[in-house]
């Protein structure tokens, strides 16, 4: 666009701001026909995740993901369709809408893309203490937002 915009300048004596208007109008009616030709699937729950499924796809149609697309593709959807309420369900993404911040994504060394999974609650990454157990039944959590290193409490 720019290189026809430098030619319709230099060469048809044309004023940037004409070039830049004519632009405008075109983003309006390009915009128009987009809306006209949008389909919302909020209502039906099957044809909504199959879209968000797709949409997902094409943004992870890359050479590093081009294997496992499709399994990102559905843990990314459930990650979002998780956070916020599901489709038909009484409250509606209008009034409470979805914050994407709350889906973190842990690396983790070895193993393979396939598996990746999307754990339902909360992770710490921690290594469990020496002399401590690997397993507590009905434990109390405390979850803070601070360093919790031993050398640094005083």
Known sequence: LLRQAEK?????QLHPQTIIEGWREAAEVAKKALEASAVNHFSDP?????????????TLSSKVLSIDKDHFANLAVNAVLRIGDMPNSPKSLNKRPRNLELISVMKKLGGTMQDSYL?????????IGIGQPKRLENAKILVANTSMDTDKIK
């Open 8 to 12: 319709l300048i230099l060469i048809e």
């Open 46 to 58: 099957e044809t909504f995740r199959k879209d968000l499924i797709d949409i997902a796809s094409t």
């Open 119 to 127: 754990e339902d609650g909360f992770l710490l990454n921690k290594r």
